[in-house]
């Protein structure tokens, strides 16, 4: 056994993550002392509670509901509590005292990021943030590191499992949105409030931190655009499955050429919504509650990473990752992952936003419809990539035995657009839907990864 | 711009790879400058010949046939010759003139890793090799540092980009394996001698690497059991439909409890042959020349990495990403990859080793025969999990009008196994061979991945 320099090791939070890198850290002690060229000691657990229950037996007088004393004389302090205070307070206890620090918590590095990258900064200490950016899929090294010496054009990436979960089941049962979501909840792949997952705010935050790391750019929440999957129906589905595509909620963090009022400038825009993937595109396999993150660099072409996107023991996975850097650069100097904001690039709203589009419309079935449609869409900017337009079966008589409310026969027209902003297209919708013509603008949705 | 200290890279090789990452360092230097923390000067390039074509136009005024001369007082030397000598001494006289090594010479790591490695542990140097283990796939540093915290327990690769597109080509089209590598030839995807591919030396090379890296253990070529495609034919693929499997050529780096003649003891299988992967496992969705290696952690869970496993630009950005990390190390201390053999598990030979099995036989169709074959396996700790019997139709007349050689009507014997041990398996199929109720074993295939 090598005579191993020990290193003191303090965690904060004993959750689902918590405990299962407590558990590892004593269960492959001897293992990770190889691996770091350091021993590691779990110098104590700080929770809330001393008798919560836990995911793993882990011995009693480890635990402590004193945070500020553990933190002290720790070399490496492990963030897990989640939330913003007193997370934020304690991670700047424990940098302002020498320690590095591992966190998970993106909510957190997407409001409070800057501050804690400048205490790190100041002290010469380092901030480790693997687990917060796709739960157990190493991406971080992989932008960071691996990549270097590429450019990065565009992420997508299927980043929050519980919506790629239900989507997934839409997709291969037909089912419709509300019957997942509550079938869901009762497994335990959604929370009792499942707003963070469906509304996007969790694929979001996860777009900020990829989208920083990727374009060297500080990117606030605030900057990502984000819309949820609560309005995917089960006929939007079909129309998908129809035209080749499958639906998948996406955060895209793409560097573009934005025309600015003194000309084209090179800007980011990040964005997460449901979009529309082709079949064969690598994302479009990625079934059940699993993430992935699509990059597609200037040199090294198109790369997948995939794995689980959360769970205790794969994130704890990804965070104990984290605790051998820390504890290496301990031990032979060098720097951490850090931050870098040197590119600091413009983020621009959706509407500077250039995608494919595909927007499906009920019309009326008369002459003269179509040439309307496409002169509004013509006029607006939008070109028309693919047209089909299908006669809507007249409507029974209601269950109430009523007459339908209109005589006049309808049409489905589903049209897939080239390229267009996003904020041509919008007005344009939005002409379209006050044209007389277009009884109901059945969806627009965003064509991406073709 | 900022003033940083100026670092001098030799590059040795200016072909499909070496002439990219010329181009993009002088291309993209202010970039990398900043990523690195210090300008890279790229002091010259090393070739046999000065007028040779090269991919990217290069200002001449960097060529050199003195490679020697190159190296003294350079920071980082970037080998990307190939072949064994003069690169390996060449990389020696690097390390021992105090540089830093970035090399994708993955049959120079097989053949003298051990040699190199310990070079650069005496001066302290270090020495990158994220190129030679999945070209342009980011696999290095999400081995190594993502999972440091994790045990690997699998590896299954596709690490060969030439066998993946004949395979998924006669997978598509239905097509022949002749046909499909001469078209593959002509395409520029499979070389002129194809041996080193499509005989798995290729992927042999690169599951060495990925092994050494995974399970902490110097696996020299030797150890690293390899059969090639050139046996798959088109029926083996279309019974492999049938069963809802994709073959593929896979490089399987196994953690296994093996039966020694002591006890069990933990150790390690190196293989490489192409096998049945379940059409739903992720890696069946790797289409054409792309690579994806597929990595089961005990904690981590699944994880996949894909991407283009060769191209010389592709290849260039892994090159580069190992080129910014020495950069960064150089400034700011630390240590490179490096090689860890710490843990040095047996590697045992491929008899050894447990998988399941699809065994393809012709048999007699006549009574008792299928009793007899079951006997057979049982006898050979073999056990059946599903077995599927058809009739072969009779034979025709042959194109010369000659009666067939046999009369007596023919089955076919679909069997596939539990997990069983490949030594009995070899020895069972033998036994089958020679037991007069089986007319030919048409094939036996590993099954891998569920």
Redesign the interface.
């Known amino acids: 056994m090598t005579d191993y320099r020990t290193l003191r090791v303090a965690l904060l939070g004993a959750g689902a993550v918590g405990s299962?890198v407590a558990g590892?850290l004593l269960r492959?002690g001897d293992?990770?002392a190889?691996?770091?060229g350091a021993r590691l000691e779990l110098a104590g657990i700080a929770v809330r509670s001393l008798d919560a229950p836990r995911d793993v037996d882990l011995p009693r007088e480890l635990f402590t509901t004193d945070a500020e004393s553990l933190i002290v004389g720790s070399d490496i302090v492990i963030e897990l509590m989640g939330g913003i205070e007193p997370a934020r307070e304690y991670i700047l206890h424990a940098l302002n005292s020498g320690a590095d620090v591992v966190t998970a918590n993106k909510a957190l590095l997407d409001t409070h990021g800057p501050e804690i990258f400048e205490a790190a900064d100041q002290v010469g200490a380092s901030v480790y943030y693997?687990a917060a950016a796709a739960g157990?899929?190493?991406i971080?090294?992989?932008l960071r590191?691996?990549?270097?010496?590429?450019?990065v054009r565009r992420i997508m990436g299927i980043v929050n499992g519980t919506t790629n979960y239900i989507l997934d089941r839409m997709d291969t049962e037909g089912a419709d949105f509300a019957d997942v979501l509550a079938q869901a909840q009762a497994l335990g792949y959604a929370e009792a409030d499942p707003t963070a997952d469906i509304e996007g705010y969790d694929a979001a935050q996860k777009a900020a931190i990829l989208a920083s790391l990727a374009f060297?750019t500080a990117v606030p929440l605030e900057a990502v655009h984000r819309e949820g999957i609560t309005g995917v129906d089960a006929a939007m589905i079909d129309a998908a499955t129809h035209a080749g595509y499958v639906v998948k909620l996406l955060a895209v963090c793409e560097r573009i050429e934005d025309a600015a009022a003194d000309g084209p400038r090179e800007a980011i825009s990040v964005r997460v919504y449901p979009a529309l993937v082709p079949r064969s595109h690598?994302l479009a396999?990625v079934h059940g509650a699993n993430n992935a993150v699509f990059v597609e660099?200037?040199?090294?072409?198109?790369?997948?990473?995939?794995?689980?996107g959360a769970?205790g023991?794969?994130t704890?996975?990804?965070?104990?990752?984290?605790?051998?850097?820390a504890a290496?650069?301990h031990i032979?100097?060098?720097?951490g992952v850090g931050e870098?904001t040197?590119?600091n690039l413009p983020i621009v709203p959706i509407g500077h936003v250039t995608t494919r589009y595909q927007i499906t419309l009920e019309v009326d079935d008369r002459t003269g419809v179509l040439a309307t449609v496409a002169n509004t869409l013509s006029e607006g900017r939008v070109s028309i990539a693919t047209v089909e337009q299908t006669v809507i079966d007249a409507p029974e008589t209601t269950a109430g035995g009523e007459a339908p409310a209109s005589e006049i026969p309808m049409a489905r027209l589903v049209i897939g657009t080239h390229k267009a902003l996003e904020q041509d297209l919008s007005d344009t919708v939005d002409k379209l839907a006050a044209s007389g013509v277009v009884e109901r603008v059945v969806s627009v949705l965003r064509v991406e990864g073709d």
């Open positions: 299962q590892l492959h293992e990770l190889d691996r770091a693997e157990a899929i190493p971080i090294r992989p590191d691996s990549l270097a010496g590429d450019r060297h690598p396999s660099a200037e040199a090294a072409g198109s790369l997948m990473f995939y794995g689980a769970g023991v794969q704890a996975s990804a965070v104990l990752g984290d605790v051998v850097s290496r650069h032979a100097g060098g720097v870098s040197r590119a």
